[in-house]
């Protein structure tokens, strides 16, 4: 039996959809650096950027459209939100992303 007759092209259409939301939401050097860091533990907004260089509007706005699109979590502690990475996709893509990108000995 061929098993390419077998592919579920609605289940198909539904992961492609999916993925390419993840990869548009990804498709910002301010998120990639966030996720980055956020690979890492959970930071404060002044950690953030600090270690980042990202102003502070920026990265308000961008770790806002990564709360919605449920990439990252928050907690309150006393004045402080820390964020920290919620999505198993997000943190696999970014493993990925920094093992051809980053990584020691990766020539550029």
Same mark, same amino acid.
Request: glycine share 8%; hydrophobic share 45%.
């Given at each position: 039996?061929?098993?390419?007759?077998?592919?579920?092209?609605?289940?198909?259409? @539904? @992961?492609? *959809?999916? @993925?390419?939301?993840?990869?548009?939401?990804? @498709?910002?050097?301010?998120?990639?650096?966030?996720?980055?860091?956020?690979?890492?533990?959970?930071?404060?907004?002044?950690?953030?950027?600090?270690?980042?260089?990202?102003?502070?509007?920026?990265?308000?706005?961008?770790?806002?459209?990564?709360?919605?699109?449920?990439?990252? *979590?928050?907690?309150?502690?006393?004045?402080?939100?820390?964020?920290?990475?919620?999505?198993?996709?997000? *943190?696999?893509?970014?493993?990925?992303?920094? *093992?051809?990108?980053?990584?020691?000995?990766?020539?550029?």
């Amino acid at each position: 039996m061929d098993q390419h007759r077998n592919l579920d092209l609605a289940a198909m259409q @539904a @992961a492609a *959809a999916q @993925a390419c939301g993840l990869l548009k939401t990804l @498709a910002n050097p301010d998120r990639l650096l966030l996720l980055c860091q956020l690979t890492q533990g959970e930071y404060c907004v002044s950690d953030l950027a600090a270690q980042l260089g990202i102003g502070q509007p920026t990265l308000s706005q961008q770790l806002g459209v990564l709360r919605n699109e449920g990439l990252v *979590a928050t907690r309150r502690d006393g004045k402080q939100i820390y964020y920290r990475l919620a999505s198993d996709d997000a *943190a696999a893509v970014m493993q990925v992303l920094y *093992a051809r990108f980053c990584a020691p000995g990766r020539e550029r």
